[in-house]
């Protein structure tokens, strides 16, 4: 009987030696005579237990981790093929607390299929969702994105159903879906373990969000970092095959700028020219990519309309709190015990996550900090770690969820220089446009150094100039920067002195 084994191709996983590993399990079952049969799946998520290592039996998926190449003979010698005992025998990947408590809706194949094989993609839902959109009038389809409530899970947080009416009503011989999976955010890697892990559910989406306004081809504008994403979208896109129709679909590698991420700079460089931000409006739903109407979601927003199609809206729409529904899978790292992914519906705590899923800090001491959002979001303090996981409730205290990336600090951390990293950040980083954002961060960086060498009168300067930003900048990057700065500078005063 031919053994099934899985170690994941997630580049995370490939960074902590899964391929050593790997190659060593399939010489030691050659060694033993046994006929093995290894699949490369995606990451579950758990990153401290990577490499994890599972083996299907009569009892289910049996997990062991992490391994390294110096454990595999002492696996072998304990029976792992058949589930046996060993110190890093796990039991039931699904029997977990840190994946049982969670309800994978997005990334639920991610870490169970092979994501090089559509069969395998297909055994588990995937497909349908398109097969039914195939059926449907495109503005049919658009209503029931609007109906299900998602939003575009990239940080702007704006109603997919809109955007997509928008592009739909707008005539025009030619427009486009754009897949912005330039995923840049400290702490984030959701659209990276998406495409790694299960990249056919992307296409998948692009395909029906083409069905649903009228376009027939795509881009998918991916990180310059993420060689193994780009390789697996590659490889999916090859054998697709019926899935695509008449949709085409190219990978575009992104030109190594965080600004880039931003939609209208992203379009730029797709074009071949210089990333740089465009004016507002026209908006790119009405002239986008080429100067013709353009869907831009990122990753996880495409990723989320197959099972919307499948399932119904309204299943979709029981899940979350207020307006924000569905799920959004956050991303735990910097000093956490367990950092990984975790995707659960809108309404639990900050707290929650820290703890109930991550477990407190790595170091052991206590959390003082923690930044959700990636580069440009508000540091929290604890007194804010109750604050429910939902776009509004964020909004509310000056922060915002942005991708679910969050990245945690213990006691030891300085926050004025966290504060002056975001400041610096900006300023590397910045496409140049715009005065406020160009001007205003290198400026900013010498103003919070006055501020951290005793220059207390400073301050009034430094929240003028975030004003100037937060309402002067063309995008983003320089309207969010005073975000990170003035939440240290208002919750961590005393680390400016």
């Known amino acids: 009987m031919t053994i099934t084994i899985y170690v994941p191709c997630d580049a995370a996983a490939l960074a902590l030696g899964a391929d050593d590993v790997t190659a060593a399990i399939s010489s030691a079952a050659v060694k033993r005579g046994l006929e093995i049969r290894l699949v490369r ?65 997005t990334l639920r194949r991610v870490g169970v299929i092979d994501p090089r094989s559509l069969a395998d993609y297909q055994a588990h839902g995937g497909g349908k969702g398109l097969a039914l959109a195939r059926s449907m009038l495109p503005a049919d389809i658009v209503r029931m994105i609007t109906d299900s409530g998602l939003r575009g899970r990239g940080g702007a947080a704006f109603p997919t159903g809109i955007k997509w009416k928008t592009v739909l009503d707008t005539s025009a011989t030619q427009k486009y879906i754009v897949c912005n999976a330039d995923e840049g955010d400290s702490g984030t890697f959701s659209d990276r373990m998406l495409m790694e892990g299960d990249p056919f559910c992307l296409i998948e989406g692009m395909v029906i969000a083409g069905l649903a306004v009228g376009a027939n081809k795509g881009y998918i504008y991916v990180r310059s970092e993420y060689p193994h ?72 927003t495409f990723a989320s309309v197959p099972d919307i199609l499948a399932k119904g809206a309204s299943l979709y729409r029981e899940l979350g709190v207020g307006r924000s529904r569905g799920t959004l899978p956050f991303q735990l790292a910097g000093n956490i015990k367990y950092g990984g992914l975790i ?51 964020f909004a509310a205290i000056g922060a915002v969820l942005g991708h679910g990336g969050i990245v945690a600090f213990d006691d030891t951390v300085d926050m004025a220089k966290q504060a002056r990293y975001a400041m610096k950040f900006c300023a590397l980083e910045s496409c140049g446009k715009c005065t406020p954002c160009r001007i205003g961060s290198t400026r900013g960086v010498e103003v919070i150094d006055r501020i951290r060498a005793g220059q207390d009168e400073q ?10 930003m937060t309402c002067g900048s063309m995008c983003a990057m320089g309207s969010m920067t005073p975000y990170p700065v003035l939440s240290a500078l208002n919750h961590f005063r005393e680390d400016f002195q």
């Open 41 to 105: 799946n995606g990451s579950r998520g758990l990153f401290w237990l990577e490499p994890l290592v599972e083996v299907a039996t009569n009892q289910g998926r049996i997990a062991y981790g992490p391994v390294t190449v110096a454990d595999v003979p002492g696996l072998f010698a304990a029976n792992f093929t058949a589930g046996g005992e060993h110190p890093l025998r796990l039991g039931n990947i699904e029997a977990m607390p840190y994946l049982a408590n969670q309800q994978r809706v």
């Open 343 to 393: 995707e659960v519906p809108f309404g639990l705590t900050l707290r929650e996550l820290l703890y109930g899923y991550g477990g407190g800090s790595r170091s052991g001491r206590p959390l003082r900090a923690v930044q959700v959002g990636g580069p440009l979001g508000a540091y929290l303090p604890e007194s804010q770690f109750d604050t429910v996981l939902d776009y509004e409730a």
């Open 229 to 300: 994403a780009i390789a697996a979208l590659n490889e999916a896109l090859e054998t697709a095959g019926d899935m695509l129709g008449d949709f085409s679909i190219e990978v575009r590698k992104a030109a190594g700028a965080y600004v880039c991420g931003e939609e209208t700079a992203l379009l730029e460089s797709i074009e071949g020219k210089r990333g740089i931000v465009r004016s507002k409006p026209p908006l790119p739903a009405i002239s986008g990519l080429f100067g013709q109407p353009t869907v831009i979601n990122n990753v996880i």
């Open 459 to 468: 301050i009034p300067l430094l929240r003028d100039l975030c004003d100037t």
